[in-house]
């Protein structure tokens, strides 16, 4: 999303930028207040492993905080900060090892705990099973799908960006984020098979 | 209702499409419309919306966890040994010290060097030679000579 900053966020951003290039902490310590939450949740979305999303996370803020002077100014800190975060996130180093990782960690691991913990009152034992594994279902799907769909499918759902705004982003046509997000869901419905329940 | 099931009207990328906010106002309503009586379409939207809530959900429920203070500190640690390595900033500007100091070299080097090549043209009080010198117990005298002026100095020193 190339989200121009308002008035009142660019006199904000202005004075954050400035205390960024003076090499000031707390100028850094704003950045990270202000961004870090959405930028984790970001990259977890893509390497969908905590800790090395705080990895990737640290190294966001510290290329933020040295190439500050890079930072031109004709879009939001935000949408800078994200790209950054793509391209660390997508970086080539990275993805083996995050591949590696996901052999052994299937993504039903709470399953059993949260079927006691969040269930509705109103559900039975039997609708919240289906719920859970469904859920679970999605999850493994996501988890499953090639880098470049699951990209696409983050930034639609988590970055909720229009098909033209990750075009531009992943530097792909419209067309191809269109049939990325429609292959993307095939295959998490492949995953799943019958176990979701409208 | 099977999700598989196929609708005769829409394709599935249609449904997608709507889900994300991508068919123009008028498809859009006309598939609103369509869902009503599709069981079809209905179940793929329900599940698409669903895809990206139970990510987003897992996602945030997963990051929660994030220990602000000591992350924080982490990355002021590294920012920190990274910034003793890293050249230093001229004094309230954010301009590198070195992007001062080279061009200042550079023109120092350059009028040092426009200096010499032009002070053979420059008046320059040169030594004076010693033409003779006279040492006695009581007093000394020495008679020089500058160079281009040929001018006479006599210098005596009494005891």
């Not at chain 1, 996901?102 to 009152?121: C, I, K, M, W």
């Not at chain 2, 053979?120 to 009581?138: F, L």
């Amino acid at each position: 999303m190339t989200k121009k900053p308002t008035r009142e966020e660019y006199f904000c951003e202005k004075e954050l930028v400035r205390g960024l290039r003076q090499g000031r902490e707390n100028a850094l310590k704003a950045l990270m207040e202000r961004h870090e939450k959405h930028l984790y949740t970001l990259i977890y979305s893509i390497t969908l492993d905590c800790e090395e999303s705080l990895e990737i996370l640290q190294d966001v803020f510290i290329k933020a905080f040295q190439t500050i002077d890079q930072f031109r100014g004709d879009s939001s800190v935000s949408t800078w900060l994200r790209k950054i975060a793509l391209n660390m996130s997508l970086n080539l180093k990275r993805k083996w090892k995050q591949r590696l990782r996901q052999h052994h960690r299937p993504f039903d691991r709470n399953a059993d705990a949260s079927l006691v913990e969040t269930g509705r009152n109103t559900d039975t034992p039997e609708t919240r099973l289906a719920e859970k594994q469904g859920e679970n279902g999605i999850m493994a799907g996501i988890a499953g799908l090639p880098e470049n769909l699951r990209t696409v499918l983050v930034l639609k759902t988590m970055e909720n960006m229009s098909y033209d705004e990750i075009s531009r982003e992943l530097k792909i046509k419209k067309g191809t984020v269109s049939s990325r997000l429609h292959k993307a869901r095939q295959l998490i419905r492949d995953q799943i098979g019958d176990k979701f329940e409208s | 209702m099977d999700i598989k099931e196929a609708c005769r009207q829409y394709d599935e990328k249609t449904a997608g499409m709507f889900v994300d906010g991508e068919l123009d106002q008028k498809r859009a309503g006309q598939f609103r419309e369509h869902i009503r009586d599709c069981g079809c379409c209905r179940n793929l939207v329900a599940l698409y919306s669903k895809v990206g809530n139970t990510f987003a959900s897992n996602a945030a429920d997963e990051v929660s966890f994030l220990e602000h203070t000591a992350f924080r500190k982490k990355v002021f640690e590294a920012v920190r040994k990274k910034e003793r390595k890293r050249v230093k900033r001229f004094p309230g500007t954010s301009t590198p010290l070195k992007n001062v100091l080279k061009p200042a070299f550079i023109a120092a080097i350059i009028i040092s060097g426009a200096f010499l090549l032009y002070s053979d043209s420059m008046p320059v009080k040169e030594p004076s030679a010693i033409v003779n010198s006279v040492y006695t117990d009581t007093a000394s005298v020495m008679i020089m000579e500058t160079r281009k002026e040929k001018h006479t100095i006599i210098w005596f020193s009494g005891s």
